[in-house]
């Protein structure tokens, strides 16, 4: 049998539907039960993505934030969630380190971090 999430959708309801296949009847009901709960919980994944999907669109923030290479919608949306609105608001307004909230600005060689040019840039966006 392949594997992957695909092949799981694909294979094992027909392997739980073949009583020839020498599977005990409690090891069937076990898995049977697991692959049910399964498709819940990618049920709840889709509800998720949908929602983070419709805020992401009508945040503007987290969308310019999501401009930069290598941050995506998740991240974007959790540095806003997680510093706050107000905060990453004054850090385009003036560009501040987002480093300074914990405490350092530059590396140990006294070179910027990174992320403070990238919230720099993120100014100009």
Known sequence: MPIGKAAIKRYLPLILEDADNGLPDTFRQVISRLYEHLKELGEHIEQYDHLLNEHFKHCELSQRIASLPGIGLISATAIVGTIGDAYLRTLLIH???????????????????????????????
């Open 95 to 125: 560009g501040s380190g987002l480093c300074s909230h914990e405490g350092k600005t530059t590396t140990p060689n006294n070179t910027p971090m990174p992320l403070r040019v990238n919230l720099a840039q993120m100014a100009c966006i």
